[in-house]
């Protein structure tokens, strides 16, 4: 199949023999089956990944269509939340594969947000030396972000993301129908990663969110459809240039993220949902760019006014400044414990700004909100 096949929008990834489509359309879980086998030549069976939630609405439906469509299929259920994110869930998942009998032609295909993907990608990198992975992202977060890239991974009980792999899928499938069933709060969150793609390379997209705020908030597909496909042409052209995070590019996509891993930090990942921080700490990141004379105050606003629109929050919880500086020097994107950060100088556009003095982010996060 080719991206003139596709009914609303493809995304294509460039990765030399590590290519893939990502395929964004409402309707498109009706055909997961033929796109699977497009994606997937030869495939023995599949191996749908996915958790307690996501398991009666989306993975039960597709093993039935895989299956009448001749394609073997077993489901693997994991606990929903981040702590399924482990090495003792993926030898769970392993031990499982092997009873089942995957051999090297199987298919797991990772049907959820991003927990499942990034762990049933962990899974299939290591399962034989590696079998293919198929990604039905079914979180707003996981259609934006995590799914494109091919980083996948566990934590360390100390550390999030810790041991992983660089693994591409074969292909992606992204039906922005899934949303309507994703809680209020989760969705929201992910919108955190969309407004983050507007400021740092498309200021065409800020002001498209800017337009439909209404249509976004009512989860419109055709809407979303649309601005997950840019998000995702937005992250692919990153990930092409930047593969594996070696020339830096890709640092441009923490763009909030040094701010607000202190901010999860440090209130036991249990209180804010991961874009809610990053919400907080793109609001911190503009503050600062302002006060390093390297943003004007309209454009810091512009981006608050609309991250307030969308239902974020921008107040980060009340914290000690010195234990927020302290784990912002032990993040391990710091350089020799300098703090540097993703800031922005323009709406689309961002500078990695290297030395910056801790009294400004000091007193950044003593001014909270009131710029
Ligand atoms: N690999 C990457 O590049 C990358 C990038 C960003 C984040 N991540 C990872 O992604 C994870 C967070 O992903 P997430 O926010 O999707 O969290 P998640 O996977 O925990 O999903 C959030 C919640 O929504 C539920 N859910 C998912 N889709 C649903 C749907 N359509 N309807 C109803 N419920 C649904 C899940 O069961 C879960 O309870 C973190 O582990 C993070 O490290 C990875
Ligand atoms: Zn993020």
Redesign the pocket.
Known sequence: MSASDCRQHCVQVALGPRSYTIRIGRGLLAEAAQHLRAAAPNLSQAALIT?R??EP??AAPLQKQFQSAGIPTNVLVVE???AS?TIAVATRLWEALLQDGADRKTVVVAV???????LAGFVAAAYARGVRLYQVP??L??QV??SV?G??GVDLPKA??MVGAFWQPVGVLIDPA??H???ER?YIS?LAEVVKYGMILDADLLVRLEQQVEAIRRRDEEELAWVVARCCRLKADVVEQDEREETGLRAILNYGHTFAHAFETLTGYSQLL?GEAVAMGMDCAARLAVRLGRLDTETALRQRRLLEALGLPIQPPSLDPEQVLEVMRRDKKASHGRLRFILPDRLGHVELVESVPADEVRVVLRTGNNT
Do not use: R
């Not at 947000?113 to 990034?118: L, R, S």
């Open positions: 958790d939630n996501v609405l989306y929903p939340g981040e994110k959820g947000g991003g927990v499942v993907g990034d079914t979180s977060l996981a972000d995590s890239g980083k996948v999030k993301n899934t949303l069933t994703l809680p989760e992910g991961h």
